[in-house]
């Protein structure tokens, strides 16, 4: 009787058997503990064909169903599917070998245009061309095997586990979008789950969370008096970030079109989430901005050295040139978020969006679909108030609605 096989059971059962699956003509086929395989039964023509669709746990339950799935769409278009392997095999024989390397590469261009911005790419092309090439860029995509994906993440995994773990999700993209171009068959040798997962540890076991370098909350007044007589396009989009608590790329990519009044609408494009954001800028925020203005009156972008923005790195290296190299841009956003928790009667959720920071909770982030624009701008006048020193209170006074 079919069964819904499941990754537990498959991998459970020991005894030499065959276990129909709910999907039609799928079966395990349990030769040992250590030896079963996909098989998928259909009949073509009056005749029965048996197919293998790879062994498990190298073909996972979900695409042996998938596999088993496209199996019978071809028999229900009297395709024999036999033949058409047969086919294809002989195709890829004939045609020339297409390299990893090559095909890595065509992948990422036609990837590039659904990426926020540069860098992703940049860093796609660099940890294949760094880490993967040397091993694998002159094979055909279909010799490649788990070996062969070991022999790549296996010397970083432990000691630059971050990158590690993306190169290998980098691969399994890409191996992936070679099987859907017939270029390989077969399991992907670079997938985690009921994989990898058994062979490699388990990153979250060996990567140590670092966070940002902040500065205390309680130094920040001493420091934005420290920063505004340091009268250059770099001090301004500092002083203008920690403000906002914004992020260093939605700051220096800022163009003038995205200013409505006092409101400062950064496009999804540029945003971590994906989603359009909207931040309340104070008067300091305004006078800020009347600033940069002024130093580059032609540029489209706010914080402009001519007609280009400021690069990534020149609110960091303006922190060196301060004395203050212990610390990052980024950690400001949790000198912000430290000062909300200790210092005022801010609702959490206020401060969670003026960080555009995605609500964990689903049924709670479910009935928050507003921006709470009015309440961030009370959050964002005392957190300027605050840093300026501006009427100064050990708490900030609470506030209804």
């Given at each position: 009787m079919?069964?819904?096989?499941?990754?537990?059971h498959?991998?459970?059962?020991?005894?030499?058997?065959?276990?129909?699956?709910?999907?039609?003509?799928?079966?395990?086929?349990?030769?040992?503990?250590?030896?079963?395989?996909?098989?998928?039964?259909?009949?073509?023509?009056?005749?029965?064909?048996?197919?293998?669709?790879?062994?498990?746990?190298?073909?996972?339950?979900?695409?042996?169903?998938?596999?088993?799935?496209?199996?019978?769409?071809?028999?229900?278009?009297?395709?024999?599917?036999?033949?058409?392997?047969?086919?294809?095999?002989?195709?890829?024989?004939?045609e020339?070998?297409?390299?990893?390397?090559?095909?890595?590469?065509?992948?990422?261009?036609?990837?590039r245009?659904?990426?926020?911005?540069?860098?992703?790419?940049?860093?796609?092309?660099?940890t294949?061309?760094?880490?993967?090439?040397?091993?694998?860029?002159?094979?055909?995509?279909?010799?490649?095997?788990?070996?062969?994906?070991?022999?790549?993440?296996?010397?970083?995994?432990?000691?630059?586990?971050?990158?590690?773990?993306?190169?290998?999700?980098?691969?399994?993209?890409?191996?992936?979008?070679?099987?859907?171009?017939?270029?390989?068959?077969?399991?992907?040798?670079?997938?985690?789950?009921?994989?990898?997962?058994?062979?490699?540890?388990?990153?979250?076991?060996?990567?140590?969370?670092?966070?940002?370098?902040?500065?205390?909350?309680?130094?920040?007044?001493?420091?934005?008096?420290?920063?505004?007589?340091?009268?250059?396009?770099?001090?301004?989009?500092?002083?203008?970030?920690?403000?906002?608590?914004?992020?260093?790329?939605?700051?220096?990519?800022?163009?003038?079109?995205?200013?409505?009044?006092?409101?400062?609408t950064?496009?999804?494009?540029?945003?971590?989430?994906?989603?359009?954001?909207?931040?309340?800028?104070?008067?300091?925020?305004?006078?800020?901005?009347?600033?940069?203005?002024?130093?580059?009156?032609?540029?489209?972008?706010?914080?402009?050295?001519g007609?280009?923005?400021l690069?990534?790195?020149?609110?960091?290296?303006?922190?060196?040139?301060?004395?203050?190299?212990?610390?990052?841009?980024?950690?400001?956003?949790?000198?912000?978020?430290?000062?909300?928790?200790?210092?005022?009667?801010?609702?959490?959720?206020?401060?969670?969006?003026?960080?555009?920071?995605?609500?964990?909770?689903?049924?709670?982030?479910?009935?928050?679909?507003?921006?709470?624009?009015?309440?961030?701008?009370?959050?964002?006048?005392?957190?300027?108030?605050?840093?300026?020193?501006?009427?100064?209170?050990?708490?900030?006074?609470?506030?209804?609605?």
């Open positions: 079919p069964i819904t096989i499941t990754h537990a498959a991998q459970k059962v020991t005894t030499p058997c065959r276990i129909y699956d709910t999907q039609r003509g799928l079966q395990l086929w349990v030769k040992s503990a250590k030896a079963k395989y996909w098989l998928v039964r259909a009949s073509h023509g009056g005749k029965r064909i048996e197919l293998s669709l790879g062994r498990f746990p190298l073909i996972s339950v979900q695409e042996a169903r998938q596999k088993a799935a496209e199996v019978s769409a071809m028999l229900a278009k009297g395709v024999d599917p036999l033949a058409e392997r047969r086919a294809a095999k002989q195709a890829s024989s004939d020339p070998k297409v390299t990893f390397a090559d095909f890595a590469s065509i992948y990422i261009q036609s990837q245009p659904s990426w926020r911005n540069a860098k992703h790419a940049d860093q796609w092309i660099n294949i061309e760094t880490f993967a090439n040397p091993i694998i860029g002159k094979q055909h995509p279909s010799d490649i095997t788990v070996e062969d994906i070991l022999k790549i993440l296996t010397p970083i995994w432990q000691t630059k586990t971050e990158t590690a773990t993306r190169l290998r999700g980098r691969l399994e993209k890409i191996l992936s979008a070679a099987s859907v171009k017939g270029l390989r068959h077969g399991a992907n040798p670079a997938v985690w789950r009921g994989q990898l997962e058994f062979l490699l540890p388990k990153p979250e076991r060996l990567k140590r969370v670092v966070h940002h370098p902040a500065l205390p909350y309680k130094d920040l007044p001493s420091f934005i008096k420290e920063l505004q007589p340091r009268n250059c396009i770099a001090a301004l989009a500092l002083e203008f970030c920690i403000l906002t608590a914004a992020r260093t790329g939605e700051v220096i990519y800022a163009k003038w079109e995205e200013i409505n009044d006092d409101v400062w950064i496009p999804g494009e540029r945003m971590k989430v994906g989603k359009t954001h909207q931040v309340p800028l104070g008067s300091r925020c305004s006078e800020i901005l009347r600033q940069a203005k002024q130093l580059a009156p032609e540029s489209q972008y706010i914080f402009s050295r007609k280009n923005p690069s990534n790195m020149a609110m960091l290296e303006l922190l060196k040139r301060m004395g203050r190299g212990n610390i990052t841009v980024h950690g400001f956003r949790s000198s912000f978020r430290d000062w909300v928790a200790e210092e005022t009667n801010h609702p959490s959720d206020v401060a969670e969006m003026a960080l555009a920071h995605t609500v964990e909770n689903k049924v709670i982030g479910a009935y928050k679909r507003g921006n709470l624009l009015e309440k961030r701008r009370r959050l964002a006048e005392d957190w300027e108030n605050y840093c300026r020193e501006i009427n100064k209170t050990t708490v900030v006074p609470f506030r209804v609605g």
